[in-house]
């Protein structure tokens, strides 16, 4: 069993997309696999209660079929950081919680699961944890994903340095073009994406491009197609 922890450098890096995708690839590859968002904020109000796409979408992407309470327990209507969406619904949001939650599916064994994070590595869950401390308690290694715009490579790079200071293995990172302008002088995208290469202390497990709008499924067999399985060790 391999599991890895998923960061960006910032929101909307593009972590769900390259999660989803990520977890296509291994599915093609006859793997079994389990996408979890432990929190989420910015979530819809159903008949089944809260629901947030990120997590929906790493549901789908779940083979053999898991119930969304295990792929997301903890779920926030309002899309602002986690620790300001539990204070504003009155809840306590503590690190000990969620790994009890995040454990059980763990030891299930999958060949692969993945924990998507939320917002950048550094996102507090209250006034003295952050979602990171998740990554360390379970001592996961981490997949970067790094939104590519400008400013990318400064984030990146303080990202990983602060992955490795928590102790962690940095496995892999996966640009995310988020910004199309950002590729338009084409030569100029691939020496910021070799500088990428050049300081990241990981392999490059694939660089994604700018996706038409698609469904969920759709996307995530997309970006398969440019992304490599990450090494277990």
Not at 81 to 89: Q, S
Not at 115 to 129: K, T, Y
């Amino acid at each position: 069993m391999s599991a890895f922890f998923v960061t960006g450098t910032d929101t909307d890096a593009g972590k769900t997309l390259i999660t989803a995708g990520l977890l296509a690839r291994a599915r093609r590859a006859g793997l079994t696999t389990l996408g979890l968002k432990p929190v989420a904020s910015g979530s819809a109000t159903t008949p089944e209660g809260l629901r947030n796409a990120d997590a929906l979408a790493l549901q789908g992407e779940s083979h053999p079929a898991v119930d969304y309470a295990t792929v997301n327990p903890v779920a926030f209507a309002p899309a602002i950081a986690p620790h300001l969406a539990a204070r504003r619904a009155g809840v306590s949001l503590r690190l000990d919680t969620l790994i009890e939650r995040v454990r059980p599916p763990l030891a299930a064994g999958r060949d692969l699961t993945l924990i998507e994070g939320a917002g950048g590595w550094r996102v507090p869950l209250n006034d003295d944890e952050d979602l990171a401390d998740l990554a360390v308690r379970l001592g996961l290694p981490v997949i970067l994903v790094v939104g590519l715009r400008l400013g990318c490579i400064g984030h990146a790079r303080l990202t990983a340095e602060a992955v490795a200071a928590s102790g962690l293995r940095l496995a892999g990172w996966v640009g995310s073009l988020v910004d199309t302008a950002f590729a338009a002088d084409d030569a100029l995208y691939r020496d910021n994406l070799a500088t990428l290469a050049h300081h990241l202390p990981a392999p490059c497990l694939g660089v994604v491009p700018r996706l038409a709008t698609a469904t969920p499924r759709a996307m995530a067999e997309a970006a398969a197609d440019y992304l490599e399985l990450p090494d277990a060790h």
